[in-house]
């Protein structure tokens, strides 16, 4: 009679002969009794799941794209040595792709009444707090002929922070904030600026900076000179409507705009200015204010951390009247939003005289790379008409922006990668001219 492997096995635990086929009932159950008991062993051999105590420790907040990790530290109370396969799961966002198997699972060897500590290392994907989820354990018994499984909730949150990459910018715009502020270079002169001492005319100085008194008292003709005005108020104002969904290259258009926020916050807090944050739809979705100047960009950062687009029309009449209540007196209102013509003509144009009667405004919009990249397309029909398309687009927008710019609204409008410095550049230009 040939050989099976059920018989191979059977004759392995010495319970029958090689070659030998029990016939009866009888037969059959005294061939399985010794691998019933030897499973049964493996189950009481192996260590309970539910009597484990599972805590966690590590980071609770880390960047986009930066990792972060998480300490799970496992005691084994019972009499029972653990063998065991441990899986730890977290939201799918939490893992770069295809490093979520390999992260999560872990073999673990517990003596009797020690403990062992396992490390998960994530690299969140989006922004956001990221939960644990369920860490379940498969407890082995020597024989490896039978398993315990269950699972613990073990709570633990990991709030991931916007990048802010434009902080690489801040260095060289703090130089020049320095120039403006009269540390390395001249002061500067205009309208709305603090007064700082007087000087002789020279050709091209603006007349309105002649201090008609003092050159009256002497022979040559006096200017003013003035340096910029501290603690302005600025009111950054994010549009997380529908428009802020839609994806520029990676990331969708709220990414770019918060990263430019917080560059220009950075700056502005530097150079002793007030800033406040608003995040607006059809409702306040996070608002900042009245915060010191050192805790500013992380009182920022952490409400900008969970904030997400909403697939609603902006409501501009709603965001207007709150941009007004938080500004009360004179300030700088950066509005990032869209520069889409219908949302721009039907939303925001209208209102846009009660910004700018009390205000100065400033609009700041993120433009789409690939856009530019089609306007340059040649070599077939299908290109040019793609090019023809992108020059019909770049058209609308510069139509829109020379419509707030009618309005005495200054436009920024800039690829991702360019929005935050130049956001700022224009921020510091409006500092020389005095309009701050």
């Known amino acids: 009679m040939p050989v099976t492997g059920r018989t191979a096995l059977l004759a392995a635990l010495g319970s029958l002969p090689v070659g030998v086929v029990a016939p009866t009932w009888t037969g059959f159950l005294a061939v399985n009794a010794p691998l019933a008991l ?15 105590r599972l805590t966690r420790s590590g980071d609770t907040t880390t960047r986009l794209g930066e990792p972060a990790d998480i300490q799970l530290t496992v005691t084994n109370p019972t009499s029972r040595p653990l063998r065991a396969e441990l899986r730890d799961a977290w939201p799918p966002s939490s893992w770069q792709p295809g490093t979520e198997v390999s992260a999560a699972r872990n073999r673990l060897d517990v003596p009797s009444g020690e403990r062992r500590r396992l490390t998960t290392r994530l690299r969140p994907t989006r922004r956001g707090d990221h939960r644990a989820d369920r860490v379940t354990i498969r407890s082995r018994g020597p024989l490896g002929l039978f398993t315990r499984q269950g699972s613990h909730l073990v709570p633990w949150t990991l709030r991931v922070l916007p990048p802010f990459t434009s902080r690489k910018h801040l260095p060289s715009k703090l130089a020049r904030l320095r120039e403006l502020d009269g540390r390395t270079s001249v002061l500067i002169r205009g309208q709305g600026t603090e007064f700082d001492s007087l000087r002789e005319y020279v050709p091209g100085d603006d007349t309105r900076s002649i201090d008609w008194r003092a050159t009256a008292r002497q022979s040559a003709v006096a200017v003013r000179t003035w340096r910029p005005e501290r603690d302005r108020h600025i009111l950054l104002v994010l549009d997380t409507g529908r428009t802020s969904a839609g994806r520029v290259g990676d990331a969708p258009r709220l990414d770019a705009s918060m990263d430019a926020a917080l560059l220009l916050a950075a700056l502005a807090s530097r150079a002793g200015d007030r800033v406040d944050l608003l995040a607006h739809d059809r409702r306040v979705r996070a608002l900042v204010q009245g915060k010191a100047a050192g805790d500013v960009l992380p009182s920022l950062v952490g409400a900008l951390a ?16 709150t941009a007004l209540r938080a500004a009360p007196r004179s300030s700088l209102i950066v509005l990032l939003t869209s520069l889409e013509a219908a949302p721009v003509e039907e939303g925001l144009l209208p209102v846009l005289p009660r910004l700018t009667q009390r205000h100065t405004v400033l609009v700041a919009s993120v433009a789409d790379p690939h856009i530019t990249e ?6 077939s029909a299908e290109a040019v008409y793609d090019a023809a398309s992108a020059a019909q687009a770049q058209e609308e ?28 550049d224009a921020y510091l230009s409006m500092k020389a001219a005095g309009r701050l």
């Open 374 to 379: 089609m306007a340059r397309a040649r070599g």
């Open 38 to 52: 030897a499973c049964a062993y493996d189950f009481a051999r192996a260590a309970p799941v539910r009597k484990l």
């Open 397 to 424: 927008r510069r139509r829109t922006a020379e419509q707030l710019t009618r309005h005495g609204v200054t436009v920024v409008d800039a690829t991702p990668d360019d929005l935050a410095p130049a956001l700022a």
């Open 306 to 321: 969970t904030l997400e687009p909403a697939l609603v029309e902006t409501d501009a009449r709603g965001l207007t009247a």
